[in-house]
């Protein structure tokens, strides 16, 4: 039995735009196609599978199906009782995919009827329809119709309320008592210590990280070499794993060359940034992966915390530490830690012996925002410091003569990393300073 609205018996439109229109329905549709076949989506595949998915599980209602388990068993055909916490695919992705529609709207030039966003904290998108007036309607999942009929309300009789009323002041003081007592119990470990204002607020952790700049060869120098050797790189999956055994002395122009984008990051990088998100993720913190410096504006280090990885290949870090006591500088070709207080201590790479990184936990830096940098004069020194900042030992052992309200303090950390055979061992602090 079909119900109506107070509203709608009274002949007055809902302002809530409404999704069993088959107009509304067709015109996200439309919208979903445009936006997956523009310069931002074309060409990557799980993003434009991640935002197809989501569109069209929220049109079928089926928002309440957008749970992070949920959609990397379906989209990532990961295992039901997958851990979460260890393989962040989901968010990874949900966090691409919001700073690509960013950027698809920010570049389009035309006025859609209909613009998609999947807000921060949801997977659910929100649709926002442009009004005749200039204004927008939005419709979020939570305004759905809903599968079910819409039960009668029923009123609770007063002396129900009454002890409902007093039970929750019961079980609220219980509670209180119970977290003081837990917290008077136990001290706080050095890992909660240094990632406690990160932890204080509800949006998710910025991962950035900075990339090399990459070239591959056209399809058209491909084609040359192709024809003096047939049946070789005849698929993709060939162009990008093999080298293309030209020969030396063949001439080639810029012209035969493409810039490559989300290829160049660092194996220390990349294995910091999973140390990172598996530690965020086992303590309940989401994250938002953004790779590059054009994934990333200062508008979105000033509105969440932030953890910058890498140093050299990463613009916002080296801003960021240029006013700090230790710096990083590259000196007649060679890549350094400087202290600015001491001009003359200087640590660089010995790649066969040892490696150093910097480790920033800056509580009010340009941004406003709570920051952490991990880098590495290398990839090595890089991938060592994100095990320091995860590692409650290392950080116990590192931070062991820090001064007693460091807590409250900006810091800077030194890392000595010793290297054998190409592999970096654990981390020690070789320089340190507070304020």
């Given at each position: 039995m079909e119900t109506t609205s107070e509203s709608e018996q009274q002949g007055v439109k809902s302002d809530i735009p409404d999704l069993r229109d088959p107009d509304r329905r067709q015109a996200v549709?439309?919208?979903?196609?445009r936006v997956l076949q523009g310069k931002h989506f074309r060409n990557s595949g799980r993003a434009k599978q991640f935002l197809q998915f989501v569109v069209e599980k929220t049109l079928e209602d089926h928002s309440d199906d957008l749970k992070e388990r949920r959609i990397g068993a379906e989209l990532f055909h990961r295992s039901l009782d997958y851990s979460t916490g260890d393989d962040p695919v989901v968010r990874v992705q949900a966090g691409l995919v919001r700073r690509r529609l960013e950027q698809h709207y920010q570049d389009d030039k035309g006025s859609p009827h209909v613009r998609i966003e999947v807000p921060l904290g949801s997977y659910a998108p929100e649709f926002h329809w442009l009004t005749h007036n200039g204004s927008t309607e939005s419709l979020?999942?939570?305004?759905l119709p809903t599968r079910n009929s819409i039960p009668q309300r029923r009123s609770l009789k007063p002396t129900l309320l009454i002890g409902l009323a007093v039970a929750a002041v019961v079980i609220l003081a219980l509670s209180f008592k119970f977290v003081r007592t837990h917290r008077a119990g136990r001290q706080e470990s050095m890992l909660e210590n240094f990632w406690s204002p990160a932890l204080a607020t509800q949006r998710p952790i910025l991962i950035c990280l900075g990339d090399r700049v990459s070239y591959q060869p056209k399809q058209e120098l491909y084609d040359r070499y192709q024809r003096k050797h047939p049946g070789t790189f005849e698929t993709e999956t060939q162009r990008t794993n093999l080298p293309l055994p030209l020969d030396p002395t063949e001439k080639i122009t810029w012209g035969d060359m493409h810039l490559l984008t989300e290829w160049g990051i660092t194996l220390g990088d990349l294995s910091s940034t999973v140390k990172l998100a598996t530690f965020l993720g086992k303590i309940g913190k989401p994250i938002d992966l953004r790779v590059g410096e054009g994934e990333y504006s200062f508008r979105d280090l000033r509105d969440s915390p932030t953890i910058l990885v890498g140093a050299f290949n990463n613009p916002w870090t080296m801003n960021f530490m240029s006013d700090l006591r230790y710096v990083f500088v590259e000196q007649n070709g060679r890549f350094e830690i400087q202290d600015k207080k001491s001009p003359g201590q200087v640590w660089f790479s010995d790649f066969h012996k040892s490696d150093f990184a910097m480790i920033s936990r800056l509580l009010d830096p340009k941004t406003g925002q709570f920051t952490i940098i991990v880098a590495g004069l290398t990839s090595r020194g890089t991938e060592a410091a994100g095990e320091f900042v995860t590692s409650p030992s290392e950080l116990e052992e590192g931070l062991r003569a820090a001064p007693q309200d460091w807590k409250s303090?900006?810091?800077?950390?030194?890392?000595?990393?010793?290297?054998?055979?190409?592999?970096?061992?654990?981390p020690h602090v070789a320089a340190s300073y507070f304020w």
């Open positions: 549709l439309d919208e979903l196609e979020r999942p939570e305004s303090k900006n810091l800077e950390l030194v890392m000595e990393t010793d290297v054998t055979e190409g592999v970096s061992g654990p």
